[in-house]
């Protein structure tokens, strides 16, 4: 079983969706570097792509035809300029031209060349799709992918792709291996394990630098959501509510930038009530942006941003635990337990429902604090089964294909519950569980496996029906 490290879990993103618009990205990313290999960018004529199933359900929600278009154009999401993408795309579909890989242009006709086929589904994964490339001299270069949950993208030859497979030290591949290691090596934090592990990809220092860049990226998302007002893009008329929760809580404080904000919400008045609506506001702010293809941090999926954040942000805000070093063991051992899930189960609601994405991410912020809070191995692994057991059967029922309706308000929820999961497990002998973690991996695998289809990520079921709202 293949290593992976804790940063392709947790990771810089774009909203709305990680399957449904970073995915598509990667795949077009990927194509492009294909024909490049294979042949030239400069003797491309036509590019064809087309979707399959969830990609195409949701896709115009979820912004998987943005995604396919400005990923085929050579653009960057890390990098590019998110208030220009709706100018972007409109000059696609007015000028009917795409920039191939940013090397050449070629014409582009929206609904010709890219295709949204919501009757038919790829056998491989639910998220599929298929690029094409016709060149000038006649020949087609065809290659089919699949996104297959957090960004990460396959084919039916490779699980993974255009990744060097790497064996760490210690292999993690189940909480088991956790243990182990941690008694036979005498490692006192699951994060120092992980330390360790992770120098099978870039140096201790590279690590601690990684991680402190990605909580400037969660404490950037979450100022800018909580002072943004007005309503949320797609047609559900969503209002943004961060803000003005935000500025209940603070009254009449000022601030002029991030960091004075910050200040601010550690001075706030703390209370049980103001604690939990901090806890809420956080997570609306992050997924708020995530829902108006703001950059967000995966983790492990952008339906799911709004948790490791909000939970993050609370440990830094309300509780002594305020250390670098306390956010890059945070972040270490958040990004493990995330692991485990992608390797043993799934982290794609198309796959498994939101059980995969809010009850992942939630498991994975439950370890995360206990972790700081000073909890042992046992305790870490045993907050992240609390988190997870009680969002096992969690469906995914976006209504108009939105990342918004339920999406948004379960964030917070899952955020509450690691917080919840974490004080259990900190107050409770490990060793007297009787559901481990990788048995409750297990189970929400195997409810993935048995719950409808109508309730994953495909808006055909719960309270995408319910509320009779057709797709946009």
Same mark, same amino acid.
């Given at each position: 079983?293949?290593?992976?490290?804790?940063?392709?879990?947790?990771?810089?993103?774009?909203?709305?969706?990680?399957?449904?618009?970073?995915?598509?990205? *990667?795949?077009?990313?990927?194509?492009?570097?294909? @024909?490049?290999?294979?042949?030239?960018?400069? +003797?491309?004529?036509?590019?064809?792509?087309?979707?399959?199933?969830?990609?195409?359900?949701?896709?115009?929600?979820?912004?998987?035809?943005?995604?396919?278009?400005?990923?085929?154009?050579?653009?960057?999401?890390?990098?590019? *300029?998110?208030?220009?993408?709706?100018?972007?795309?409109?000059?696609?579909?007015?000028?009917?031209?795409?920039?191939?890989?940013?090397?050449?242009?070629?014409?582009?006709?929206?609904?010709?060349?890219?295709?949204?086929?919501?009757?038919?589904?790829?056998?491989?994964?639910?998220?599929?799709?298929?690029?094409?490339?016709?060149?000038?001299?006649?020949?087609?270069?065809?290659?089919?992918?699949?996104?297959?949950?957090?960004?990460?993208?396959?084919?039916?030859?490779?699980?993974?792709?255009?990744?060097?497979?790497?064996?760490?030290?210690?292999?993690?591949?189940?909480?088991?291996? @956790?243990?182990?290691?941690?008694?036979?090596?005498?490692?006192?934090?699951?994060?120092?394990?992980?330390?360790?592990?992770?120098? &099978?990809?870039?140096?201790? +220092?590279?690590?601690?630098?990684?991680?402190?860049?990605?909580?400037?990226?969660?404490?950037?998302?979450?100022?800018?959501?909580?002072?943004?007002?007005? @309503?949320? =893009?797609?047609?559900?008329?969503?209002?943004?509510?961060?803000?003005?929760?935000?500025?209940?809580?603070?009254?009449?404080?000022?601030?002029?930038?991030?960091?004075?904000?910050?200040?601010?919400?550690?001075? %706030?008045?703390?209370?049980?009530?103001?604690?939990?609506?901090?806890?809420?506001?956080?997570?609306?702010?992050?997924?708020?942006? *995530?829902? &108006?293809?703001?950059?967000?941090?995966?983790?492990?999926?952008?339906?799911?941003?709004?948790?490791?954040?909000? @939970?993050?942000?609370?440990?830094?805000?309300?509780?002594?635990?305020?250390?670098?070093?306390?956010?890059?063991?945070?972040?270490?051992?958040?990004?493990?337990?995330?692991?485990?899930?992608?390797?043993?189960?799934?982290?794609?609601?198309?796959?498994?429902?939101?059980?995969?994405?809010?009850?992942?991410?939630? %498991?994975?912020? %439950?370890?995360?604090?206990?972790?700081?809070?000073?909890?042992?191995?046992?305790?870490?692994?045993?907050?992240?089964?609390?988190?997870?057991?009680?969002?096992?059967?969690?469906?995914?029922?976006?209504?108009?294909?939105?990342?918004?309706? =339920?999406?948004?308000?379960? *964030?917070?929820?899952?955020?509450?519950?690691?917080?919840?999961?974490?004080?259990? %497990?900190?107050?409770?002998? =490990?060793?007297?569980?009787?559901?481990?973690?990788?048995?409750?991996?297990?189970?929400?695998? +195997?409810?993935?496996?048995?719950?409808?289809?109508?309730?994953?990520?495909?808006?055909?079921?719960?309270?995408?029906?319910?509320?009779?709202?057709?797709?946009?």
């Amino acid at each position: 079983m293949e290593s992976i490290s804790v940063f392709e879990i947790i990771k810089v993103g774009i909203g709305p969706s990680s399957s449904h618009t970073m995915g598509p990205w *990667n795949a077009a990313t990927s194509f492009i570097n294909l @024909v490049s290999r294979e042949k030239s960018v400069q +003797e491309v004529r036509e590019v064809f792509v087309e979707f399959f199933g969830s990609l195409a359900k949701t896709g115009i929600g979820h912004g998987t035809d943005i995604a396919g278009m400005l990923g085929l154009s050579g653009e960057d999401f890390k990098t590019i *300029n998110t208030s220009k993408i709706d100018e972007k795309v409109e000059q696609i579909k007015r000028e009917q031209l795409l920039n191939f890989g940013g090397q050449k242009m070629i014409p582009f006709i929206y609904g010709h060349h890219l295709i949204l086929n919501r009757e038919k589904s790829l056998d491989f994964h639910p998220n599929g799709m298929i690029f094409r490339a016709v060149f000038e001299d006649g020949t087609e270069l065809t290659q089919d992918y699949y996104s297959v949950g957090g960004g990460f993208i396959a084919t039916q030859e490779k699980n993974s792709i255009e990744k060097d497979c790497v064996r760490t030290l210690y292999p993690c591949h189940h909480g088991a291996d @956790v243990l182990k290691y941690c008694e036979k090596f005498g490692f006192k934090k699951m994060s120092d394990l992980i330390f360790v592990n992770e120098e &099978s990809w870039r140096s201790r +220092e590279e690590t601690k630098k990684e991680a402190l860049l990605i909580w400037q990226q969660i404490k950037e998302c979450i100022y800018k959501g909580v002072n943004k007002e007005g @309503v949320l =893009p797609g047609g559900l008329n969503v209002s943004r509510r961060a803000a003005g929760i935000n500025r209940k809580l603070l009254g009449d404080k000022i601030y002029k930038n991030r960091d004075e904000w910050f200040q601010q919400v550690v001075d %706030a008045e703390e209370n049980f009530t103001n604690i939990n609506k901090w806890i809420a506001c956080f997570a609306l702010a992050v997924n708020e942006e *995530n829902a &108006s293809f703001g950059r967000i941090i995966t983790a492990p999926t952008n339906g799911a941003s709004g948790v490791i954040p909000a @939970v993050l942000m609370y440990s830094q805000a309300f509780t002594p635990f305020t250390s670098e070093d306390d956010i890059i063991r945070f972040l270490l051992v958040a990004g493990e337990i995330g692991t485990l899930f992608k390797k043993n189960a799934t982290i794609s609601a198309a796959m498994g429902g939101c059980q995969a994405e809010v009850g992942v991410s939630s %498991a994975m912020a %439950a370890a995360g604090l206990t972790e700081i809070l000073g909890g042992n191995v046992g305790q870490v692994l045993m907050a992240a089964e609390i988190a997870m057991e009680h969002h096992l059967g969690l469906t995914c029922d976006p209504i108009k294909g939105l990342v918004q309706i =339920p999406c948004i308000e379960r *964030n917070t929820m899952g955020a509450i519950k690691a917080i919840t999961a974490a004080n259990i %497990a900190l107050e409770s002998d =490990p060793t007297k569980a009787r559901v481990s973690l990788d048995e409750v991996i297990q189970t929400m695998w +195997e409810t993935a496996l048995s719950m409808s289809d109508r309730f994953k990520e495909t808006s055909e079921g719960g309270l995408a029906i319910a509320v009779n709202v057709s797709e946009c």
